[in-house]
T-cell receptor, first 114, second 114 residues
Framework: TQTVSQSDAHVTVFEGDSVELRCNYS??????LSWYIQHHGHGLQFLLK??????VVQGVNGFEAEFSKSDSSFHLRKASVHWSDSAVYFC????????????FGTGTTVSVSP | DPKIIQKPKYLVAVTGSEKILICEQY?????MYWYRQSAKKPLEFMFS???????DNQTASSRFQPQSSKKNHLDLQITALKPDDSATYFC?????????????FGPGTRLTVL
């Protein structure tokens, strides 16, 4: 069984600050890891994904994430946030075998203050 | 132009009734999905279809029945509605049904069961 844990329910940052959103997963085999963003009242939008290779992956709008097998983590980072980054961020895992389901974490709400 | 259309945006139903949630995608994708998001639970995977065939079903209740009349349609029929069914239902699609395929989400249908 795959599980995803996002330990921070809510993060508040100032515009221009950096932010890191934590994601830890539990799964015994190979998995795909991804991050999605959900702005209020909208559906989810894909940010980035990782399966193999370089553990640091670049996504849209300046986001990047780093995979760590030893920590079972896939944390999302942005060096300088903008007010439009205020949203809920979801970490997700899926398995290659019959891996059509995205299993989501509980989400982290990011509030960016001016 | 919206690439994934979900209708209606809002839906109010009475307990015991039946409703159909509509989803159409114009991305040319061959895999479609349904997810549910409620206040009590994080985003939950419900169903996946590939080439109009059911691939995964992680919904325990048979009251939820996906229907695919065309390859770019995946509607969700819910019968004998209960207040616990109140949630936002998201349709998604991807090119390919493997775990690494980026999923594109619709805007959701918010269902309230009274």
């Amino acid at each position: 069984t795959q599980t995803v844990s996002q330990s921070d329910a809510h993060v508040t940052v100032f515009e221009g600050d950096s932010v890191e959103l934590r994601c830890n997963y539990s799964y015994g085999g190979s998995i795909y890891l991804s991050w999605y963003i959900q702005h209020h009242g909208h559906g989810l939008q894909f940010l980035l994904k990782y399966y193999s290779g370089n553990p640091v992956v670049q996504g849209v709008n300046g986001f990047e994430a780093e995979f760590s097998k030893s920590d079972s983590s896939f944390h999302l980072r942005k060096a300088s946030v903008h007010w439009s980054d205020s949203a809920v961020y979801f970490c997700a895992v899926s398995a290659p075998q019959g891996g059509r389901a995205l299993i989501f974490g509980t989400g982290t709400t990011v509030s960016v203050s001016p | 132009d919206p690439k994934i259309i979900q209708k209606p945006k809002y839906l109010v139903a009475v307990t015991g009734s039946e409703k159909i949630l509509i989803c159409e995608q114009y991305l040319g994708h061959n895999a479609m999905y349904w997810y549910r998001q409620s206040a009590k639970k994080p985003l939950e995977f419900m169903f996946s279809y590939s080439y109009q065939k059911l691939m995964d079903n992680q919904t325990a209740s048979s009251r939820f029945q996906p229907q695919s009349s065309k390859k770019n349609h995946l509607d969700l029929q819910i019968t004998a509605l209960k207040p616990d069914d109140s949630a936002t239902y998201f349709c998604a699609s991807s090119q390919g049904g493997q775990g690494d395929a980026e999923q594109f989400f619709g805007p959701g249908t918010r269902l309230t069961v009274l």
